[in-house]
């Protein structure tokens, strides 16, 4: 019996889903096709196994490959006969050819594509079920074994919760990495990246047991993905269901490989919100420090300090955002329906002083959970909120709503149009992902899943801010948010200790290719109050590495914090660096969740490397300057921070103290 038959009936024992192989009676005949992708790169398919193996080169990279799916239904009907077609193809992803392995039984044509495009080194594969009652809960276009490396990175759903990146030992226990995972060697830094591109239907695990692999659409987890239930079933019109597209990149080095990753989700699912063409968001936000005492007088207080005590720390084009966060309600006497002349008042006033007015709201929750008439609407709250195996799903203390529900739209509508109107030109919305949740249903009939819900909600919701904000994800999906905001938050709530740092740098380290997903990523808040001079040069550190810079401390008073900020956030140098393009590339990787510590950013003339020391005590670094994409030569060598310079040649050797940063700028002489 074949290895792939072999795991196939693991498969139906442990999950009890149907693959699409052929039955050991079939037909001895074998027809193997040869589908060629990038340089010296091939796909054999064999029409009577009904499985596929990829070389990259002369490697190997997956072998005994198939699929299967789940059909809630009714049995899968196997059939020995499989025909192949291919196609030419032009689309959002370019020019190439779709290769076609189709096979039909039981009223259900089954077909396994493959999508080769010129120009590029990996392929895309899906599985697709054609003809009437075409339904699935769960679909895998490539289950088999992969070629061992050392190291597996796994990514989480969503950034709640304090959850956390790593990477894995693939010789080690099973892991589930959500929606993509990169496999690699830690000498090479050759691997191999497996991910879903599309997430409009499905939610993806990409499951690693040594050797075995299985991307799986259709997969929840109650501690990853929040859910309590199997996912729903995704049938598109009846008589189509589809997996998502599944990218397959060997790559000579994978952290290139994530970034293509990345480039291709913009490619397969382009944004859905207009495109942001001004400069980096700079900014502040109330919830850093100020949290539940904010009001008018200290949001106008912080608004003087940027404007009169701080007023270098700006993006590009001179702006400065300041964001209202949770409880801007204490402004507005009625809550969302009633009097918002004082967030009127603040508005006008940022705009007097050259700032921009931001505001918070997180569309698809409840927090009172008690029944209430919904603002904007006629109907009351206990008819929106969705319910999971009977009851309702509350985390965070606060209660999903159903993303289709009339009632969550129309208080949508009502309460953005009053944001609008009151003229705030950037909004933070957050915990959306309770609007991703698998639910026993939904108001809409024609929604069955959580990714469904969540796009209909996200597109609603964006519908209505019709172009008038900056947009700013906090808790929510990694993947399917890319489509609907410009900015978004790379890990959960942090503040101004280096174990904050180290944890926000965690999700950098391994997640940095999101700056491919979004305009800007983003590292939260950026506190100094009551924490040493070396963490708050982190603490800034981590945030230009990651992104954009948004300080978070109670700037309407003048305090030590207050200081910090001149200094730091003022450092001509140091602006210059948190105003570059995207952020920075980790230079080095660590097992387990432990952060990266160098991180580099090319940019033309200069190239910048971040330095982050999370120990207790004073470490040395060393970073090649080949590892750094530097060439040979003499380099000047500026610390931002301090100021000191030096000479440089092949690599740079630096003496971190405990819990601090530098960041280098090196320019060749």
């Known amino acids: 019996m074949n290895n792939a038959l072999i795991w196939c009936r693991y498969f139906l024992s442990v999950t009890g889903m149907l693959c699409l192989l052929t039955p050991l009676h079939a037909q001895e005949t074998t027809h193997v096709k040869h589908i060629p992708f990038g340089k010296n790169n091939y796909i054999a398919y064999d029409l009577r196994k009904g499985t596929y193996s990829v ?30 077609a291919s196609a030419r193809i032009k689309d959002r992803m370019g020019e190439g050819t779709r290769y076609v392995i189709t096979s039909a039984g039981n009223g259900i044509k089954k077909q396994q594509v493959f999508y080769v495009y010129k120009g590029k080194d990996g392929f895309y594969t899906a599985v697709t079920l054609q003809g009437k009652g075409a ?9 088999g074994e992969a070629a061992m490396y050392t190291s597996g990175v796994v990514v989480p759903f969503d950034n709640d919760a304090w959850i956390r990146y790593r990477v894995a030992d693939q010789q080690g226990p099973a892991f589930t990495s ?66 998502p597209k599944i990218l397959v990149l060997p790559a000579v080095n994978w952290r290139k490989g994530m970034e293509q990753y990345g480039s291709a989700n913009r490619l397969a699912e382009p944004r859905y919100i207009f495109e942001w063409t001004g400069a980096k968001p700079l900014g502040w936000n109330s919830w850093g420090s100020m949290q539940t005492k904010l009001n008018l007088a200290k949001a106008k207080q912080v608004v003087d300090f940027f404007a009169d005590s701080c007023k270098t720390f700006r993006g590009k ?28 008042e603040f508005v006008a ?30 109907y009351n709250y206990e008819e ?82 019709d172009g008038k904000m900056l947009v700013y994800a906090a808790i929510s999906p990694g993947m399917a948010t890319g489509r609907y905001v410009h900015m978004r938050r790379i890990a ?46 982190a603490r800034l550190a981590s945030a230009i590495v990651t992104g954009t810079v948004i300080t978070g401390d109670d700037y309407s008073a003048y305090s030590s914090a207050s200081g910090v900020a001149q200094q730091l956030l003022q450092n001509h140098d140091v602006l210059e660096a948190a105003q570059l393009p995207n952020g920075f590339v980790p230079v080095d990787h660590h097992t387990g969740d432990t952060p990266s510590s160098l991180f580099v950013h090319n940019n033309g003339r200069f190239t910048y490397l971040a330095v982050v020391n999370y120990n207790k005590r004073p470490t040395t670094f060393e970073a090649d300057f080949s590892k750094l994409g530097l060439g040979s030569g003499e380099y000047l060598c500026k610390e931002l921070f301090s100021g000191k310079t030096s000479t440089e040649k092949g690599k740079i050797h630096i003496a971190a103290d405990a819990a601090d940063a530098m960041i280098f700028r090196l320019e060749k002489k």
């Not at 490959?65 to 025909?83: K, Q, S, V």
């Not at 209202?324 to 918002?340: A, E, R, V």
């Open 492 to 537: 959960c709530d942090a503040f101004k200790n280096i174990d904050e740092t180290a944890y926000t740098l965690n999700a950098t380290s391994l997640g940095w290719w999101q700056n491919k997903v979004y305009g800007f990523t983003d590292a939260d808040h950026v506190v100094f109050a009551g924490a040493a001079p070396g963490e708050n040069r």
């Open 178 to 243: 959500s929606e993509v995972a990169a496999l690699y060697d830690s000498v090479t830094n050759a691997g191999l990246i497996l991910g879903s591109v599309e997430h409009s239907n499905w939610k993806t695990g990409v499951k690693v047991e040594n050797s075995r692999i299985s991307v799986v659409a259709g997969w929840t987890d109650s501690l990853v993905t929040r859910d309590k239930i199997p996912h729903g079933i995704v049938t598109q019109g009846d008589t189509l269901c589809s997996s």
């Open 135 to 143: 339904r699935s809960r769960a679909m895998s276009p490539l289950t």
């Open 349 to 378: 006033y940022c705009k007097q002083r050259g700032c921009k007015p931001g505001i918070y709201w997180a569309p698809f929750v409840d927090w009172s959970k008690s029944s209430r008439v919904v603002e904007g609407s006629h």
């Open 55 to 84: 070389w990259s080169g002369k490697k190997e990279v997956i072998r005994n490959a198939f699929a299967f799916y789940e059909d809630a239904h009714r049995p899968d009907t196997l059939t020995a006969t499989r025909t192949f």
């Open 384 to 465: 929106t909120w969705t319910k999971v195996n009977g009851q309702y799903h509350d985390f965070d203390g606060a209660r999903a709503m159903d993303p289709t529900h009339p009632a969550t739209r129309e208080r949508i509508a009502y309460l953005i149009k009053r944001f609008k109107e009151t003229g705030f030109e950037m909004i933070k919305i957050d915990f959306i992902g309770h609007a991703a949740i698998e639910a026993d249903a939904y108001y809409d009939p024609s929604v069955h899943t959580g990714m469904q819900a969540f796009r209909k909600g996200m597109e609603f919701l964006v519908d209505q801010l």
């Open 317 to 344: 084009d001179g702006s400065i955002y300041i964001d209202l966060d949770s409880y801007w309600d204490n402004m507005t006497k009625g809550g969302m329906t009633g009097d918002f002349s004082q967030l009127k």
